[in-house]
DNA sequence: TATTGTTATACTCTATAACTATA
DNA sequence: TATAGTTATAGAGTATAACAATA
């Protein structure tokens, strides 16, 4: 194998910046380090984030509904579940008529919790969106929901 | 703890609907699921198949400078380049000058690989996106490739 | 000293399949 | 039989920090 120089020119990004699923994977790991960052010191991950705005939004709600909700498998929520529940944000009470069941709503601490989390998030959201106009905001947010079938 | 009835009420996204770190997030994983489907079979994987578009438009480029196009770190691109060499994807020659770097360009295997990949990847984005019009789909590749700095 | 790439380690996110308890 | 939730297991994606070789 010869030895050959190192490439000199300007990087060539190819087809991907044409390709959605290329530019949702950055986007999303940018915004999954922001996230991080945001609300380090809190020990709340994105995802759980996510859940806990879900549980507060529907108090009582089932596991299996909120899977749907989360567009999740119940065995991807079920663990994660068991650390806000362990960790006292989420309390699970029985439902009468169905002992299968579990009705889910935050615990005051999760209810304390979360709005700071929430002003935290909107600050770093405002943060990585600041190339956009707010107009390119809107459309943006709109398609991607669009794309979601929400 | 008492029994408590199960929810009816239909579910309540709360502000996830406004929150683009939500969505990202959703989006990139049907993306994700929807790409592994669409490229069963042979083995490679999103991530894999970003590298081999760079490493194609870019014949010579070192893994440093794939880490800055990819916006990955070195640490993560070196396992994920072994695997592409291992695979006989990928070669890497010596470059003159400095022993520490290799310059990679795709294979004779690579190369044959990459175009059924690209035109299944290319199948799979216009399915994905079918719920937006041409329109729509082109100003969200727009405000992604924005939001990314792209 | 600084840089290139590798390795050890760890964390997050997610799913499939098999299982338990209950309906 | 069917459903709600749990668990075991696995795979993908990513990073930080310490390291070896080289510059």
Redesign the pocket.
Known sequence: MDAVRARQEPIDLGPLPGLLGHLL?RAH?RM??GFAEATSGRGV????FALLCLVEANPGI????LAQAA????????????RLTERQLVERQPVS??????ALRLSPEGTALLPSLKASVDDYEGRMVSPLSEQERTTLLSLLRKLNGL
């Open positions: 994977r790991g999954q380090a991950t994105a995802s759980e089932t596991l299996g509904q567009a999740l498998d119940k065995s991807t929520l079920s663990p994660a579940m068991q008529g169905d002992r299968r069941t579990q």
